[in-house]
Structures are given as C-alpha cells and as structure tokens.
C-alpha cells in the first residue's frame, strides 16, 4: 500500500489517497477527503499530515493523524506558523516546520523561531524552515533554506550546533547514511548535493555536487537514499529530473540523470523495484522500474491533482 496527497480544496478531489502498487497499474484502495494536505508521515498504524491552511479564524498551518486505513481522524492542531511543509513523529511528539514563519514547533505548543537571512534577494531574506527529523542519538536535523543552515536542537527545540551550506545554495531536505555518520542534503537555489560529515548532534560541510542543468530555472527538491544505502536519488524541478548518484561515504558520483515524464517532481519514493514521482504541475504520478536501484524505463502515469508526497 503506497499513499499519495494531493494538494488542493476537497472540490478539487484534495486529500489523501491509497493505492496497490504493481508494474502494470496503480489502483485506488482509499481516499480521506482534506483541504491542502502538504506532507504525511507513517507513525506505527497512524498517519500524521499536515493542511496548509485548515482554519477560518487565522492562517496557520495544522496537522491531524487518521489510521492507515483513511478512517478515524483526530481533531486538527494548529502548528502555531504560516505554510508547514514538513514533519516528524516521535512516539507521542509531533514536529513540525512552517516555511513562512521560519520556526519549528513541538505538539502545537513548543516553539522555536529563527533568525537570519542569507544571499538571496528574494527567497533569503528571512529563515525559512523546511524539514525537520530526528537523527539516530536523539536531535532534531532541520534545515533552514532562508538562511543556509543545518541546525540541531534536542528534544525540547534548544539550540545544540549550526552548520553551513554555501552561501544562497538554500538547503532544503536531508536523507541519512545507513551508519548515520554522513548526511547528504538537496539544496533547491543552486542545485546541488551537500556532504556533511555528523556526529554527536554535529555536522562538518565536507563537499557539494552541483548537478549541471539546462533550464535556469532549475531548484533542487526531493531526495532519497536506496535501502542498501549504495545510491542516492534527488529530483529537480523545471529541470524534471530525477538524479542517481552512487554514494560511498562522503564521495558521490553521478549516474543517471533521467526524465521524470512530468512537471516539478516535488517528491518520489521507492518501493521495491519501483520508483514513484510525484508531479505537482502536470497533475500526475510517473512510475518507473528499477535495475539494481537504476532507473530501467518509464511504465505509465496516473492522473491526480497538484501530487506532492508519497510514501
């Protein structure tokens, strides 16, 4: 069972689906009708999601959890910020990022603002958080695309240690090396795999891929790391591409650059010897088979509105 949001009003076919997964077909197994779901994450037999703007009184952001069968949802919190695009559920805590309000808050309650800007006259003016996980010794990696930094904090949001990426690069989500001493990050302004070596709530920059394009328009997006930890996967959109680097440490060398047959690959996953994008623009879902983790071939596409997370 694979679920996919798409991100637009209920009128709009907006929610959370559920489908089978096969080389041959996907098809629809369940739908929770909701407003302008950004992001979800699987918690043991519940699913956690975030709206953009769930709320008539104000313009926050909200998260609710449902079952894994789309049924038995929770009343909705408020994420306390504008535009919460992503999260994460440790046992009974909720954490989430608002990209607007460049701030990361702990179950609708604990709150941690950022502060700075970086190089970018337009998207770094201010902090902009965009994803937040908890890292193997217990931090909190979030990443600061407004201001060009990985930070850590522990479990209560207090700030433990900071680091860079270059300057207007815009950091954006983060995937973990199987023994968790590297961390590979997409940055979506220049777009780029950044290295970092980590240990004990702390990151060392070590080295950056920028990925050559020919749209100038090109931002990074999604990533993923393979299950054998062997290959790396990143998705740029305007490019619309998906990105396999072989990864060994703290070297990476590309090895594919492939059309994802669609427009702005927000997000992809991997299941099995399947790879599924997720198309925001063009209003479909692509799937593609997979060789030993390389692409092998485009099998078809599925039509859903404004698509941006599966999992």
Not at 92 to 108: C, P
């Amino acid at each position: 069972m694979i679920y996919i949001l798409s991100c637009t009003d209920i009128q709009n076919g907006g929610g959370i689906y559920s489908f089978s997964l096969s080389e041959k077909e996907m098809k629809q197994t369940g739908y929770f009708p909701c407003d302008r779901p950004m992001y979800s994450i699987k918690s043991d037999t519940r699913i956690c999601t975030l709206l953009r703007a769930p709320f008539e009184e104000n313009p926050d952001s909200g998260y609710f959890f449902c079952d894994e069968k789309l049924e038995n949802s929770t009343l909705i919190i408020s994420t306390k910020g504008v535009v919460a695009c992503h999260l994460d559920v440790i046992k009974n805590d909720v954490y989430a990022v608002n990209y607007l309000s460049g701030n990361i808050v702990k179950n609708g309650d604990i709150i941690a603002k950022r502060q700075g800007k970086s190089i970018h006259p337009t998207r770094q003016s201010e902090p902009h958080t965009h994803f937040v996980k908890q890292t193997h010794d217990g931090y909190l990696a979030v990443c600061d695309l407004g201001t060009d930094t990985l930070a850590f904090y522990d479990k209560n949001l207090n700030l433990y240690s900071e680091e860079k990426v270059n300057p207007g690069y815009g950091i954006r989500h983060l995937s973990f090396s199987l023994d968790n001493k590297f961390i590979y990050s997409i940055n979506e302004l220049i777009p780029s795999v950044s290295v970092f070596s980590y240990t004990d709530g702390k990151a060392k920059l070590l080295s950056t891929f920028n990925i050559k394009t020919t749209n100038p328009k090109a931002n990074g997006a999604g990533i993923r790391i393979s299950d054998d930890g062997k290959l790396l996967y990143v998705s740029l959109r305007e490019e619309n591409v998906i990105c396999v680097f072989s990864i060994d440490n703290e070297k990476i060398t590309l090895l594919q650059k492939v059309d994802c047959k669609g427009n702005s690959p927000r997000d992809f996953n991997i299941f099995n010897n399947l790879l599924v994008c997720t198309n925001e623009l063009s209003n479909s879902v692509t799937v593609f088979s997979l060789d030993k983790g390389l692409i092998k071939e485009y099998l078809y596409s599925y039509n859903i509105n404004s698509p941006l997370c599966v999992f």
